[in-house]
T-cell receptor, first 118, second 115 residues
Framework: AQTVTQSQPEMSVQEAETVTLSCTYD???????LFWYKQPPSRQMILVIR??????QNATENRFSVNFQKAAKSFSLKISDSQLGDAAMYFC???????????????FGKGTKLSVIP | DSGVTQTPKHLITATGQRVTLRCSPR?????VYWYQQSLDQGLQFLIQ???????AKGNILERFSAQQFPDLHSELNLSSLELGDSALYFC??????????????FGSGTRLTVV
């Protein structure tokens, strides 16, 4: 079974500052992928950033970057120069093989609600 | 617009009733996934279809069923509805039946309220 844990139900950050959201995961598979999704009040699930487990280099997308620690099974998201539009629920997700069925399952953490203070 | 279309956006129905949620995947995607998002359980995987066939099952109740049609659209049928079934139901799609580094593309969800 695979699990994803987000230990911070809520966080806040001052506009233009930097914030880091934490995520830990567990899987026995060696081939997997990690994602951060953003869910604004519009409810749409938006892919923010992705990381292949076999890549050691941390992924970066503009103001968003990750700290991927494979041995520790940790995958944190750093948002730099926070903007009001970053306010949303952020979900960490793990995609790994599902019960030997040849398919992959995307498992989500319970989310971190990020508020941005003007 | 993500390219994944879900209808209806909102649905209010009474306990004991049956409803059908519809999803059209992004053009070219063969896999469809259904997720349930509730306040206390977060996002729970329900079921996956690939090119018309069931590929994986998650925490889907026996009262729920799904299918994928030849044109690749999918329907999620919820019957004997209970108050606890009130949730946001997401459909997502991907090109293949196995994982990739590109994740899934999500629709905007159907908000189901059971009264």
């Amino acid at each position: 079974a695979q699990t994803v844990t987000q230990s911070q139900p809520e966080m806040s950050v001052q506009e233009a500052e930097t914030v880091t959201l934490s995520c830990t995961y567990d899987t026995s598979e060696s081939d997997y992928y990690l994602f951060w999704y953003k869910q604004p009040p519009s409810r749409q699930m938006i892919l923010v950033i992705r990381q292949e487990a076999y890549k050691q280099q941390n992924a970066t997308e503009n103001r968003f970057s990750v700290n991927f620690q494979k041995a520790a099974k940790s995958f944190s998201l750093k948002i730099s120069d926070s903007q009001l539009g970053d306010a949303a629920m952020y979900f960490c997700a793990l995609m790994a093989p599902y019960s030997g069925a040849g398919s992959y399952q995307l498992t989500f953490g319970k989310g971190t609600k990020l508020s941005v203070i003007p | 617009d993500s390219g994944v279309t879900q209808t209806p956006k909102h649905l209010i129905t009474a306990t004991g009733q049956r409803v059908t949620l519809r999803c059209s995947p992004r053009s070219g995607d063969l896999s469809v996934y259904w997720y349930q998002q509730s306040l206390d359980q977060g996002l729970q995987f329900l079921i996956q279809y690939y090119n018309g066939e069931e590929r994986a099952k998650g925490n889907i109740l026996e009262r729920f069923s799904a299918q994928q049609f030849p044109d690749l659209h999918s329907e999620l049928n919820l019957s004997s509805l209970e108050l606890g079934d009130s949730a946001l139901y997401f459909c997502a799609s991907s090109p293949r039946d196995r994982g990739s580094g590109y994740g899934y593309t999500f629709g905007s969800g159907t908000r189901l309220t059971v009264v």
